[in-house]
Every structure is written in structure tokens, then in C-alpha cells.
């Protein structure tokens, strides 16, 4: 079946401009995440959305930065006033639920959204 | 929130060797460990992960052991072949849904 789709696939925009990546999880899947990995780093966590639960927003690194979800299956990150320190490639993830702490299922990642931020 | 602290940052092997990647957490309540593979260019993949009340799992070339008392584990790849050049990350859950990663491995096998 289809994996999870992000577009655009790259994204470049003046410094000050508001971007918004979408991100296309697999059909089923109730958790989306999204990351961060900028050249030589891991992959950040910036936010988790689990069915129509209040998503878990720890990971955002600013007020710059938000997500939705909307109808439990497209997301949407915005990041508002880019800074060139925004500039990373952006991936999403889904898995089946997750319930707590005793179930855990994989995580499918999509190929990610570069952003350049100039 | 967990910690997770990956070494080495680059690894250099010959075709034939084995290679081990060493990860530390902070968190004791962590209780799942993924690692996953980042070919260049590519998304990560999973490629094997541990539950804290087992101690090793394996998966033809690929091992993982975990040592829940010194909060570490690890990651064994035995006989590489050049298609094991990659990223390799690994993860903790913090004992909640979310992963925090390590900031990865690269790599590469020689032919």
C-alpha cells in the first residue's frame, strides 16, 4: 500500500516568510509525528498527534512553529517568520496506536520536506 | 525528559567485520529501544527494536543487546557488506509514545 507521502519535497523561501509542509500518513495509522533533522544531527521531535487527543506539542522549539491535524489524517506544520536556523529537512511520521507505555508499534517515516531558508 | 547519547559518531569497517553502535539513556522508565537506518538520501526505516524485558534479539546479521541496570544497549551487525553503509540511529521512549534519537552513526563498509 501507500507509504507516507510530504510535500513539497523541497522548499526554499526568504527569511521572514511563513511555510506550510504537509504531511500524508498511511491510511489507519492514528499517530503522526513530526521531526527535525538538521546536517549532522538525530531527528528532533517537535509534535505528536494521536487520534483526536490534544497533541503533544513538547517538542516545538518556538511560538514560530505549529501543527494540525485535521480529520485524523492530514497534517499540516507551519512555521511562521522563517529564520534561516529553520533550514533542515522535515519528516513525518505515522504508526498504528499507541496505547501507553505497553504497546508500542513502528513508526513509517515519509521522505521528508527539505526546507532553505535564506 | 530522556537523554539518548549514540557513539560513535562515524564508523569505519571492511567488508566482513563486525560493527557495534553504543547508546546510553537517561530515562529509566524507558522500556522500548528501535534502531533504525537512514540509507543516503532515503527516510529511516526500522530495523530491529527491543522491549525492556528482553535482554537480546536477533535478526539474521543484525543484533541488539540491552543492559537495563547500566541503561544501555547496543546495536551488532556481524559479516557487513557495503549495503550496510548508512545512519544508523538509535531510540528511547521515555516510557511514553514519543522517541527521543540519537544523533546517529554513519556508516561505512569498505569493499
Known amino acids: 500500500g501507500a507509504g507516507v507521502s510530504q510535500s513539497p519535497s523541497n522548499k526554499v523561501t526568504e527569511k521572514g516568510k511563513d511555510v506550510e509542509l504537509r504531511c500524508d500518513p498511511i491510511s489507519g495509522h492514528t499517530a503522526l509525528y513530526w521531526y527535525r533533522q538538521s546536517l549532522g544531527q538525530g531527528l528532533e521531535f517537535l509534535i505528536y498527534?494521536?487520534?483526536?487527543?490534544?497533541?503533544?506539542k513538547s517538542g516545538l522549539p518556538s511560538d514560530r512553529f505549529s501543527a494540525e491535524r485535521t480529520g485524523g489524517s492530514v497534517s499540516t506544520l507551519t512555521i511562521q517568520r522563517t529564520q534561516q536556523e529553520d533550514s533542515a529537512v522535515y519528516l513525518c511520521?505515522?504508526?498504528?496506536?499507541?496505547?501507553?507505555?505497553?504497546?508500542?508499534?513502528?513508526?513509517?517515516f515519509g521522505p521528508g520536506t527539505r526546507l532553505t531558508v535564506l | 525528559g530522556e537523554n539518548v547519547e549514540q557513539h560513535p559518531s562515524t564508523l569505519s569497517v571492511q567488508e566482513g567485520d563486525s560493527a557495534v553502535i553504543k547508546c546510553t539513556y537517561s530515562d529509566s522508565a524507558s522500556n522500548y529501544f528501535p534502531w533504525y537506518k537512514q540509507e543516503l538520501g532515503k527516510r529511516p526505516q526500522l530495523i530491529i527494536d527491543i522491549r525492556s524485558n528482553v535482554g537480546e534479539k536477533k535478526d539474521q546479521r543484525i543484533a541488539v543487546t540491552l543492559n537495563k541496570t547500566a541503561k544501555h544497549f547496543s546495536l551488532h551487525i556481524t559479516e557487513t557488506q557495503p549495503e550496510d553503509s548508512a545512519v544508523y540511529f538509535c531510540?528511547?521512549?521515555?516510557?511514553?509514545?514519543?522517541?527521543?534519537f540519537g544523533k546517529g552513526t554513519m556508516l561505512l563498509v569498505s569493499p
Open positions: 511520521a505515522s504508526s498504528l496506536r499507541s496505547t501507553g507505555t505497553s504497546i508500542y508499534n513502528e513508526q513509517f
Open positions: 498527534f494521536q487520534g483526536n487527543s490534544a497533541p503533544d
Open positions: 531510540a528511547a521512549n521515555g516510557g511514553y509514545s514519543t522517541l527521543t
